[in-house]
Structures are given as C-alpha cells and as structure tokens.
Nanobody, 127 residues
Framework: QVQLVESGGGLVQAGNSLRLSCVAS????????VGWFRQAPGREREFVAA????????VYTDSVKGRFTISRDNAKNTVYLQMNSLKPEDTAVYYC????????????????????WGQGTQVTVSS
C-alpha cells in the first residue's frame, strides 16, 4: 500500500510560483511512476505531469510545458511539482497519484493507470 499526502498549495498572484510536494509512506514508492492531476470547479480531473520511477522520463500536458517541472527524490519518498509563471487558469485542486504498476518507464497520462491518490491541495491564482 502507498499513502500520499500533498502540500504546498495556496493563494498567489498571477506570475508567481508555488512548489507542491507529494510525500509517500509505504513501499515501494520508489518503484512507481507518479503523476500530478488537477480538478477545477465544474470541470473533470485533468492530467498535469508525470514522472517515471527512475525520474528519467517526464511528461507534461501542453498548457504547463515550460512553466511546470516535475521531479522526485526517492530517498525522501517525495515528488515535487514546481509551478512557475502561474496563471488564473491553473486554479484547481492538485492531486498526486502513484501508478498501479512497477518500474514503468513511460509514465501514463491516464488517471485510470493510478491506483493510489492523495487528498489534494488547493492552488488559487488571482489575476
């Protein structure tokens, strides 16, 4: 079992930055790809970014490329999402999730691939 806890959300003005953290307990987190998803009010949950178990492969949705960076520190059982140049349309609850499979080299964009989810952290970007 893997349990995930997100933190780092908050209220910021457009153009500013936030860094989200996803801390895992349970093993073997280091063997799992991890994704970040977000859900804005009245909208479906959408993929944001994902990282392979080794950290060697990263995928992003187009709207955050060049602004967001996903990374991981397996020694700390933590995955980060550095969010720069934030826009009001980035406002959402952000969730991290761990893949159901092990040692996946190409992380999935589909929420159905992820079995373990955190409770979410709110990010609000004001204009």
């Amino acid at each position: 079992q893997v349990q995930l806890v997100e933190s780092g959300g908050g209220l910021v003005q457009a153009g500013n930055s936030l860094r989200l953290s996803c801390v895992a307990s349970g093993r073997p987190f280091s063997a799992k790809a991890v994704g970040w998803f977000r859900q804005a009010p009245g909208r479906e949950r959408e993929f944001v970014a994902a990282i392979s178990w080794s950290g060697g492969n990263l995928v992003y949705t187009d709207s955050v490329k060049g602004r967001f960076t996903i990374s991981r520190d397996n020694a700390k059982n933590t995955v980060y999402l550095q969010m720069n140049s934030l826009k009001p349309e980035d406002t959402a609850v952000y969730y991290c999730a761990a893949d159901s499979d092990f040692y996946k080299q190409i992380p999935s964009r589909s929420s159905s691939s992820y079995d373990y989810w955190g409770q979410g952290t709110q990010v609000t970007v004001s204009s």
